[in-house]
């Protein structure tokens, strides 16, 4: 089927008719449509997990830190540059470079550049921000641990130094400065001197690959550290390093960006590209908000719990008394872990501690002591051989 705005094309003799592969189909050919669909979906679902993420933190933890605010503003750029992804794709960015040069015109080809140009000055400061957001929070978890602490501060100072050359390359692309970027069919092109469109993304794609690497290093070195049995750490683990998978979505980016640079058709792989981008920065916003979900699954179980041992009365076999001798050892995932969090401290002078605190902030602080209580249910033990003992002392 032929679309409407190209067969305009067609009737206004804008479309060369002596290059065979040229044809009213072709030029009609799109993946507008499950470009769109995956950005809803990928924006959906993270703004659902980052109200999951502030409910636990607001209702549950009662305490919101400063990782939380960065996130929350992380979000509103992050919707700003979804909206301006729908409208690159709406404007036809992401269909064959000759739907560009001879469907479009001249004047909406470089509606599109500019609207490219905003857009992905504000993905740049998204994930900015985003990784900020990430540093707060092993911030909050390292307090007292100085060499984590001075670690996280030179992490800080390599991201903003990449984060001011990502956004410069992008800002100064062309000079005159210009939200253009001109291809070598406009007439615009011999107004400025512009950098190779390629190279810019290229470099800012592979310096955002080595910032996921920095980030996401530091809750590696933490469990690699821990003096824990192994199932402990496999648990951390789930909590604190599903972020390693945006590395991936940086590496498909990167693969992205190379392919539209060096392949004649390179603008039908922008499509995809801009899926890419809203992934990167919807899995970084997800990944540093799962600790978040601890204290909502901890709740959860504690209510699921307590309804099986309602159900199943007190003369059952896991009744009343068997709760009773097990409701003062902390669990991880138990009922009281919501508001009594697990701490597991760093091995520091020596000395290895495992104490509970009544906040997360301080998962990683150390202590000095073990504290662990257990009542006993001295229903569940015969009275005869309580007073033979008795006798025998």
Not at 160 to 172: D, E, K, M, P, R
Request: glycine share 6%; aromatic share 10%.
């Amino acid at each position: 089927m032929v679309a409407i705005d190209v067969a305009q094309a067609y009737a206004e003799g804008r479309v060369p008719t002596n290059i065979s592969y040229i044809t009213p189909e072709y030029l009609s050919e799109s993946r507008d449509g499950p470009a769109i669909t995956g950005i809803l979906a990928i924006y959906i679902i993270t703004t659902i997990l980052l109200i999951c993420r502030f409910a636990s933190r607001i209702f549950i933890v009662k305490s919101v830190g400063l990782d939380d605010s960065i996130a929350a503003f992380s979000w509103l750029c992050f919707t700003a540059f979804m909206a301006l992804c729908l409208v690159l794709i709406y404007e036809g960015s992401g269909r064959h470079i000759e739907y560009i040069q001879y469907v479009l015109t001249l004047p909406e080809v470089e509606e599109t550049e500019v609207v490219d140009y905003a857009a992905h000055l504000i993905y740049t400061a998204t994930l900015y921000f985003c990784r900020l957001s990430g540093l707060a929070f092993f911030s909050r978890l390292c307090s007292s641990h100085p060499t984590f602490r001075i670690s996280i501060w030179a992490c800080g100072f390599f991201l903003t130094a990449a984060f001011i050359v990502q956004f410069l390359l992008i800002l100064l692309h062309c000079l005159p400065v210009t939200g253009l970027w001109p291809y070598a069919w406009q007439t615009t092109d011999r107004t400025y001197k512009c950098l190779n469109w390629g190279v810019v993304y290229v470099t800012n794609s592979g310096l955002s690959l080595v910032n996921d690497i920095v980030l996401f290093s530091i809750p590696i070195a933490m469990i690699s550290i821990l003096q824990l049995p192994k199932g402990r750490k496999i648990v951390l683990a789930l909590v604190l390093l599903p972020g390693t998978l945006v590395i991936g979505i940086s590496c498909a980016r990167l693969w992205l960006c190379v392919v539209g640079q060096w392949r004649t058709d390179g603008s039908w792989y922008y499509d995809p590209q801009l899926v890419i981008e809203v992934a990167e920065i919807g899995g970084t916003l997800i990944a540093l908000s799962v600790p978040s979900y601890k204290p909502i699954l901890s709740r959860w179980y504690g209510q699921m719990k307590s309804t099986v041992e309602v159900s199943r009365g007190p003369n059952s076999k896991y009744g009343e008394g068997g709760s009773n001798r097990k409701s003062s050892i902390p669990a991880l995932w138990g009922p009281q872990a919501a508001e009594s969090k697990l701490k597991t401290s760093i091995q520091s002078g020596g000395q290895t501690t495992v104490s509970r605190q009544s906040s997360d902030n301080s998962l990683l602080s150390p202590d000095d002591n073990i504290y662990v209580t257990t009542d006993v249910d001295m229903s569940s033990i015969p009275m005869a051989r309580l007073r033979t003992n008795s006798v025998i002392l």
